[in-house]
């Protein structure tokens, strides 16, 4: 879930969070089909770009992720984590029943849209074994990113204060989610 709220849109915030995402997925066995991908957007309203069984190749993935635009407007993280959770990951867009299901929400900010069900739609997707890591890019105040993110915090849970440092956070993420 990549934030393209209007702090997003601003500066190369957007592209960053792309080149994070390509970063985590540099070493992925997506081309022997270990792993799926699938990408939302989100600012006033969440948008699905593409669902975990659009792209079966990274060089295809990556294409697709370059072509993606930020679109302005304010933070719903509550609609986006019910868009996960209701569409994304169910088995005729994707996903598997073997599968661990990962979500990964990155925000610049806190929500200001829906924001009394955001904690509820965390609380709804993690029951539903999605494990939720979050990750804030300068974010002043951690205590709604603690309670989206799954448990342990130590391995959920993840502040960068800029998106410098968060393409430096990518090697590791993966490493993280990968070696579980």
């Not at 540099?26 to 600012?43: F, M, S, W």
């Not at 933070?75 to 996903?95: V, W």
């Not at 709804?124 to 799954?150: C, D, H, W």
């Amino acid at each position: 879930m990549i934030d393209s709220s209007s702090s997003s849109c601003e500066g190369k915030a957007f592209n960053k969070q792309l080149e994070f995402c390509k970063t985590v997925l540099k070493e992925a066995y997506i081309d022997a089909g270990y792993i799926r991908v699938g990408l939302l957007t989100y600012n006033d309203r969440s948008k699905i770009e593409f669902h975990l069984n659009k792209h079966s190749t990274k060089s295809d993935l990556f294409a697709a992720m370059d072509q993606l635009n930020c679109t302005s407007g304010l933070t719903n993280m509550a609609d986006a984590l019910s868009a996960i959770r209701t569409a994304m990951f169910i088995p005729e867009n994707g996903d598997r029943p073997d599968a661990s299901n990962i979500a990964v929400l990155i925000t610049d900010g806190l929500s200001n849209v829906k924001d009394g069900r955001t904690i509820l739609e965390a609380d709804l997707t993690r029951k539903e074994n999605i494990q939720i890591y979050t990750i804030g890019i300068g974010v002043p105040f951690l205590k709604e990113m603690r309670n989206i993110a799954s448990k342990p915090l130590w391995r959920f849970l993840y502040d960068v204060s800029n998106v410098e440092e968060l393409i430096q956070l990518g090697a590791h993420i993966y490493e993280t989610i990968c070696k579980r």
